[in-house]
């Protein structure tokens, strides 16, 4: 976002706000650089630009909203302790689910400014969700976030329950799905069996979900699937 070698530091509290100030300011700059990582992304054959989402932490959750305020051709985002407030560049018709994971004593972000985004977020007609957690902070996901004058305090629990939201979250996206895996040379697998331990064996690694259950498995014309603890083999997997 910044550009190429540019990162923000953890803790660096100048720095981080030097970055972001450009593009809090102009969104439509935030939004041109937000939409080429989204196109990057879906260049890649391993990828399916038809069922993408985005999912942004702090800053990164102001550039997914944006994603979606800009009618970007994704199934979902989410804002995990982002900042929710519009920026001056106008919305266009957002067709994107918006979960947001949200601290309630957030400095950053004050109830005004989530009933703002509630707001805006009704009246667009959006599939909306905010998740609320009490006693919770910005910054809330990171391990290293222990600064409470400044209102960044890492938190366990808010953490663990946002992990869980966000699961569901892609899981409600992509469920119609879930039982077919994208190779990167862009070929569609279907497995016969659901089990849970794979092995890969040689060629490109692949990661996706059988049923409900994560699966890895490499890229051959045909997979064998080993059971971890006696190394059978208890299934295969073919292209469709």
């Known amino acids: 976002m910044y550009g190429k070698g540019v990162f923000g530091a953890d803790g660096d509290v100048a720095l981080n706000t030097a970055l972001m100030a450009p593009f809090a300011a102009d969104r439509g700059l935030l939004r041109q650089r937000i939409n080429a990582a989204l196109q990057a992304a879906s260049a890649r054959c391993e990828v399916d630009a038809t069922r993408t989402a985005g999912v942004g932490y702090c800053f990164g959750g102001m550039c997914v909203l944006e994603l979606a305020r800009m009618g970007a051709p994704v199934q979902g985002v989410a804002s995990v302790h982002g900042i929710f407030s519009p920026g001056n560049a106008p919305n266009a018709s957002i067709t994107a689910k918006v979960l947001c994971l949200h601290g309630h004593d957030d400095p950053m972000v004050p109830p005004e400014q989530v009933l703002a985004f509630e707001q805006e977020m009704s009246a667009a007609g959006v599939d909306w969700q905010m998740h609320v957690y009490g006693g919770t902070t910005h910054a809330f996901t990171n391990p290293g976030a222990n600064n ?13 329950r946002a992990s869980r939201s966000i699961e569901t979250f892609l899981g409600e ?3 119609a799905e879930q039982n077919e895996m994208i190779t990167p040379t862009g070929e569609k697998i279907s497995t016969i069996e659901n089990y849970t331990n ?7 690694t692949i990661n996706g979900r059988d049923g409900t259950k994560e699966v890895s498995i490499n890229v051959l014309a045909d997979y064998k699937q080993y059971n971890s603890e006696t190394s059978e083999v208890v299934a295969l997997y073919n292209f469709l």
């Open 148 to 160: 409470p004058d400044f209102g960044t305090v890492y938190s366990t629990t808010a953490n663990a």
């Open 173 to 175: 996206l992509f469920r």
């Open 198 to 204: 794979f092995s890969v064996l040689t060629g490109d």
